[in-house]
């Protein structure tokens, strides 16, 4: 598989001259071994703890560890043993070089608790997603494509493979070695149930409560499971814009996957007409442009200000990005090749609520068409191509 160039690499060779660790983390199988051995393979020896001989030498002798693995290291899958990461923060404060560990872990929660507590003002913390639109081949950037064969390098990149047996592994190596590893579930089989209920249900607002029912089990259960899902980067909650702009605001985040390949799959979509014409068909377009949104901040190095705009009475924006606290860039998602202008109305709606600040700055329509042209005197319609260029 060739490799592709990451949005991140440029990120990540900065924070290295300028810290003494630095930490990527992000779902199984979204390139972050290849990426750092592509970065810094000259400079670092890479160590991984998938070795189950080393990572009983982690586990159970650290310093003998690192006395017979010195760095520079890049050091992969460290959630398996976080109890090295003292022996990292005792090293690199008796030695003050820069980017001397890169550690890299694909369950976030505990990995990433154990960073911040530990290694304070002497990390960068990065998250790595599947393959944006922008790091693809040029074939790979159509979207029955991304929908059908999914973001993740291995299903997008190689011919011949089968993207529904790729993602029944993917799925059953997720549950066995991230979410049973550190979790330890009475019910997995539910806990894929959730998933696929979620799948179902993506782009809509979070209901706890239904899903405690359908699938049998407590609210605080599936409070748990759906952070486990976030903290694992399979999902990503959208939070509702926090600024009142006129009427009382729906407070409940919505659910999206941070792969539309992963959506189809489980939701049982994986087919061009379903995703074009199924009943899932507007959705999917809408996580879709989420996701990647999601990605351009990330790969850059930077949180993503991303929130949806709802109130109580039926008004909604399906994207807010917070460009700074004064300047907001309302988007519309539409799965259509022909927009027009009744698509933006909730973004006129919205800026007829809207005061001195924050600010709504000129609205776009997300979607299928191939050329950009304006819908009103402040929107215009836009291919979702063209998203990168709309919200850096």
């Not at 049982?268 to 996580?287: D, H, K």
Request: with cysteine.
């Amino acid at each position: 598989m060739i490799y592709r160039h990451r949005d991140l690499e440029e990120p990540l060779k900065k924070a290295a001259e300028q810290f003494r660790v630095l930490a990527l983390t992000g779902a199984r199988q979204t390139g972050k071994s290849t990426l750092l051995r592509r970065l810094f393979g000259n400079t670092h020896r890479y160590v991984t703890l998938d070795d189950p001989r080393l990572l009983r030498l982690a586990q159970q002798d650290p310093e003998l560890f690192f006395q017979e693995h010195k760095g520079p290291l890049i050091l992969d899958e460290v959630q398996y043993a976080p109890d090295l990461l003292p022996y990292v923060k005792m090293r690199v404060d008796s030695d003050g070089r820069k980017g001397q560990f890169i550690l890299t872990g694909s369950q976030q929660f505990p990995l990433m608790k154990g960073l911040r507590e530990t290694l304070a003002g002497r990390i960068a913390l990065f998250q790595l997603y599947p393959l944006s639109v922008t790091e693809g081949p040029s074939s790979s950037s159509d979207y029955i494509v991304r929908a059908l064969r999914g973001s993740y390098p291995e299903p997008l990149l190689t011919r011949g493979l089968d993207p529904a047996r790729w993602y029944a592994s993917y799925l059953a190596t997720y549950l066995e070695r991230d979410v049973q590893f550190h979790y330890r579930l009475e019910h997995p089989e539910r806990f894929r149930d959730l998933m696929a209920l979620l799948a179902a249900r993506t782009a809509q607002a979070l209901n706890m409560n239904a899903l405690s029912n359908d699938l049998g089990i407590s609210v605080p259960t599936v409070k748990s499971w759906i952070g486990i899902l976030e903290a694992s980067q399979i999902v990503y909650r959208l939070r509702p814009y926090h600024v009142n702009l006129g009427s009382r605001l729906v407070k409940t985040p919505k659910i999206y996957f941070t792969d539309i390949g992963l959506v189809c799959h489980l939701a049982g979509s994986a087919t061009r007409e379903a995703v074009l014409r199924g009943p899932l068909a507007g959705a999917l377009f809408e996580n879709f442009v989420v996701q990647e949104a999601l990605k351009i901040f990330a790969h850059s190095g930077r949180p993503a200000p991303l929130f949806y705009y709802r109130t109580n009475n039926n008004l909604e924006v399906d994207l807010i990005v917070e460009k700074n606290p004064r300047e907001l860039v309302p988007i519309e998602i539409k799965l259509s090749k022909t927009p027009h202008p009744g698509m933006a109305g909730g973004i006129t709606r919205l800026r007829a609520l809207q005061g001195k600040t924050p600010l709504l700055l000129p609205g776009y329509v997300v979607c299928l068409a191939d050329r950009s042209f304006p819908l009103s005197r402040a929107d215009r319609a836009v291919s979702w191509r063209e998203l990168p260029s709309l919200i850096k």
